[in-house]
């Protein structure tokens, strides 16, 4: 039995599983690891310098497989943006026709340069209200997060076992179900739920492929579903991040009714995020968790890993939902 839905047909791949991008994480070696056990892996544009860094990172990925992968690009309000069309021009000229993209309606500049390259626009979004305006506005497949996932949960707490069937109510392109997903249960329960496919990133940095330091990829597996913390709450961005000693101390400072971002600005600060992933120093600074951490037990390669889904998602529909119908 092989599981067929339209966002395999679409993609072009042999599973219905996405590697969500990354930032610091979804380099050429685990998105061509992902796309070369049948799933779709994704290189993350922003993690690369520059736009001719992004080309090189393409080129690199294409030498690794000759399977489909896409390439994210988050757009969020910032004070110096990079120059995300020129990131655009280089999927263009890559000849990379999926693109995962999140963040702000912006993204729509980008969609206009890439459609007609024939590109493929999954887009992520928090609420269904996002995903029916994302659905209005031409794009392909809608990755819908629920409150459970790592990175931004956006600001309505709804989590995945009522976000998903509500989506897939009112929603008819085809949905990826993200945010909590990380075994074959809930690669069915998301079928089950309406979604035609399942979207993870916490589940894939405990990969021998994903490019981080072992002593995070152990966290992830020591941490159960309580290691996350919610922060930036009160500033309408809530984002979920692994539970260690700066997300408590930024949770506590913003406790404080007056308490603005400068306070936590240095705690926060990518370029420490960045260092923790790759020195394994778990308290150096800010790193994406999600509450799936709870059903994470080993580090397996992502052949292993998605073979493990599959197989054990068809054995989940054959065998102990088939016995029950009977
Ligand atoms: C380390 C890490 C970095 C992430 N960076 C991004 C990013 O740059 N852009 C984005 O759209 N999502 C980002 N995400 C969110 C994932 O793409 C995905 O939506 C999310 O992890 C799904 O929830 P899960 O972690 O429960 O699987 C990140 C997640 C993790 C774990």
Not at 34 to 51: C, K
């Amino acid at each position: 039995m092989a599981l067929r839905t339209r966002i395999t047909e679409m993609l072009g791949i042999e599973h219905p599983i996405v590697q969500g991008g990354m930032m610091n994480v979804g380099y050429a070696e685990l998105a061509s690891a992902v796309s070369n056990a049948g799933g779709l892996g994704i290189i993350t544009a922003l993690t690369q310098p520059s736009p001719d860094a992004l080309r090189n990172e393409i080129e690199r990925c294409r030498a690794m497989t000759d399977k489909p992968f896409g390439v994210n690009m988050t757009i969020f309000p910032s004070i110096n943006p990079p120059d995300y069309r020129a990131y655009a021009q280089a999927i263009i000229d890559g000849g990379v026709t999926i693109v995962e993209t999140a963040g702000t309606a912006a993204v729509r500049d980008i969609w206009a340069m890439l459609k007609p390259h024939g590109v493929i626009i999954l887009h992520k979004c928090t609420a269904v209200r996002h995903a029916l305006s994302a659905e209005k506005a031409g794009c392909d497949i809608i990755s819908i997060d629920g409150f459970e996932c790592a990175g931004h949960p956006g600001e309505d707490d709804v989590p995945g076992l009522v976000l998903i069937p509500a989506a897939a109510d009112k929603v008819k392109i085809p949905l990826l179900a993200s945010g909590g997903f990380g075994d074959a249960r809930g690669l069915v329960a998301a079928l089950a739920l309406g979604a035609e496919g399942i979207n993870m990133g916490t589940r894939f940095c405990a990969t021998k492929e994903a490019p981080i330091h072992d002593k995070v990829k152990q966290a992830y597996v020591a941490n159960d579903e309580r290691g996350s913390r919610l922060i930036f709450r009160s500033f309408n961005n809530t984002a979920r991040v692994g539970l260690n000693s700066v997300s408590e101390e930024v949770v506590r400072r913003l406790a404080k009714p007056d308490a603005v971002f400068e306070d936590v600005r240095e705690l926060v600060a990518g370029v420490k995020g960045k260092e923790l992933l790759r020195t394994g120093d778990l308290d150096a600074g800010v790193y994406w968790a999600g509450i799936v951490q709870g059903l994470i037990y080993d580090i397996p390669t992502c052949q292993e890993l998605i073979d493990r889904i599959v197989d054990g998602a068809e054995r989940i529909i054959s065998e102990r939902l088939g016995s029950m119908a009977a």
